[in-house]
Nanobody
């Protein structure tokens, strides 16, 4: 059974930092793009960041560019999201996701429908 399990969420004040982790089990994703999405209360889920399986290409939503950093450790089948300079508007449930298709080393996608596996989410709350 394939599972993605996020951790590292919590409550912080504005300007603070958190590091999210996403541990995959049941299969390896070392040849698959993986990404982070988030859903704030009353809003649709939105793309945050993605990394190609090689790590050679990343892409960020404009709202987090320069503050968030995505990374991965393929040997540990784990995806990370380093979040700095957090703002109240970053408050959301954060989900990691994996694209099951095997693609080129620089392949990335920001579209939810391209992701086949999803974690259960981890809550991030930023207070002003």
């Amino acid at each position: 059974q394939v599972q993605l399990v996020e951790s590292g969420g919590g409550s912080v004040q504005a300007g603070g930092s958190l590091r999210l982790s996403c541990a995959a089990s049941g299969r390896t994703f070392s040849n698959n793009a993986m990404g982070w999405f988030r859903q704030a209360p009353g809003k649709d889920r939105e793309f945050v960041a993605v990394m190609s399986w090689s790590g050679g290409r990343t892409y960020y939503a404009d709202s987090v560019k320069g503050r968030f950093t995505i990374s991965r450790d393929n040997a540990k089948n784990t995806l990370f999201l380093e979040m700095n300079s957090l703002k109240p508007e970053d408050t959301a449930v954060y989900y990691c996701a994996a694209d099951a298709s095997t693609s080129g080393s620089l392949y990335i996608t920001t579209k939810e429908y391209n992701y086949d596996y999803w974690g259960q989410g981890t809550q991030v709350t930023v207070s002003s």
